[in-house]
């Protein structure tokens, strides 16, 4: 080893997959073994302190611990809701924070994770849209959020293994975040990390139909999409990014995600119920016709309310007949139950912003006014 002689930049080995971490320890070189060793202390053991890896050598241990960074969250708050979900705010920096909601049922405890700070996609009924964007998370922060909630659970309930599955749900567009997005859920599927199957991890998107195609080819993991009408006229004003991928660009997409023979998935859609705007009967039955020809189940989601959203959730008699529509149909339809709402945990309710509220609402209404939309569509889908 002439780790003197190597100059690299610090880099933080927290948000690698193994084949970045055996190129890192190429480059210094070590054997490409160490990529494994590193992955299976910080991720299996949850030990960041590259002093106690104690099956790496003396000096590549000190060498580490100056040259290497392992980032860890700051959590900012911890709310627990009377139904066992929790809520983290995680700090980015000193102006955002991120939350992760830890959801535990009971054949399984999911993890959503956020990964971008605010959203540019302005779903009109969703909380996270109302901050603005302030930028994507690194692979590193994402995985964080997985990497916290598990050991820290673990403490916490004295278990041997928490989290099996985990949601892109949280804060953010991960189709938009695309590259780090993939490498923390390789860190999250890799058996020497936390070894996730692919049915385990769900990506959700509002549709970014070129980013669909590209996961596809990244990884076999779970798809859902936020689909939430069944026409574009309905859709183009609850998710503007429909306006450049209109539903049929975004269920061809999806029939495409399913092509391979290998994958068995299903794609499930999220469609968020909200009073007399997409949940009367008509409705259901234009939604039949949609996606009846794709292997796929829908989540009903009864609207999340937030201060001025503007909307009301449906009633329980409209999402009891919508659903029955669907099944009638023979589409497997779940209603969501809304979890931790008492912590303002539940779905679209997601606002970690430690910025002041007037800003929040300055830079909205901002978005609207201009075209910037369009842009940020356009940036998020370069
Ligand atoms: N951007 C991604 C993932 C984040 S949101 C996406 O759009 O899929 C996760 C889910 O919560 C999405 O289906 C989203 O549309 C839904 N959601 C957003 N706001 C909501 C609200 N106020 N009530 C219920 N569901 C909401």
Redesign the pocket.
């Known amino acids: 080893m002439k780790l003197t002689q190597q100059k690299t930049t610090v880099q933080n080995l927290m948000g690698m997959p193994c084949q970045d971490l055996e190129q890192y320890f190429s480059v210094i070189r070590e054997k490409p073994f160490r990529a494994t060793q590193v992955m299976k202390w910080t991720h299996q053991q949850g030990i960041t302190d590259y002093e106690h890896m104690t099956n790496l050598s003396k000096s590549l241990r000190d060498w580490l611990s100056e040259n290497a960074q392992m980032q860890l969250p700051e959590m900012l708050s911890e709310e627990v809701s009377t139904d066992g979900t929790r809520k983290w705010l995680l700090r980015v920096d000193n102006k955002n924070a991120v939350e992760t909601v830890y959801i535990p049922e009971d054949d399984r405890a999911t993890l959503c994770v956020s990964s971008q700070v605010g959203?540019v996609?302005d779903?009109t009924?969703?909380?996270?849209a109302r901050q603005g964007f302030a930028g994507n998370l690194s692979s590193a922060q994402i995985i964080a959020q997985l990497w916290f909630a598990e050991h820290r659970l673990r403490k916490q309930l004295n278990k041997t293994r928490v989290i099996s599955n985990v949601v892109?749900?949280?804060?953010?567009?991960?189709l938009a975040n695309f590259d780090n997005v993939v490498k923390a859920i390789q860190i999250m599927m890799d058996d020497n990390a936390y070894g996730l199957g692919k049915r385990k991890v769900t990506v959700?998107?509002?549709g970014l139909v070129p980013k669909i195609d590209k996961l596809r080819e990244a990884l076999d993991v779970s798809l859902?999409?936020?689909l939430?009408a069944p026409n574009d006229e309905v859709r183009n004003q609850l998710v503007p990014l429909n306006r450049r991928y209109p539903i049929s660009e975004l269920i061809s997409a999806c029939h495409r995600f399913l092509e391979d023979k290998h994958r068995k998935h299903s794609i499930t859609f999220?469609y968020?119920m909200l009073d007399q705007v997409n949940d009367q009967p008509e409705h259901a039955k234009q939604l039949v016709k949609v996606i009846q020809a794709l292997p796929s189940k829908v989540n009903l989601?009864?609207?999340?309310?937030?201060p001025n959203?503007g909307y009301q959730r449906s009633s329980d008699k409209a999402i009891e007949k919508f659903r029955d529509i669907l099944q009638a149909a023979g589409i497997t339809t779940i209603t969501r139950r809304p979890r931790g709402e008492d912590i303002a945990a539940?779905?679209?309710?997601l606002a970690g912003d430690i910025q002041d509220q007037a800003k929040r609402k300055r830079h909205y209404e901002k978005l609207y006014e201009a075209d910037l939309l369009k842009h940020k569509v356009e940036v998020a889908c370069a």
């Open positions: 959203c996609l779903c009924f969703c909380a996270t892109f749900m949280g804060m953010g567009e991960p959700s998107t509002s859902a999409v936020s939430h999220e968020v989601i009864p609207f999340n309310s937030f959203s539940a779905c679209g309710q």
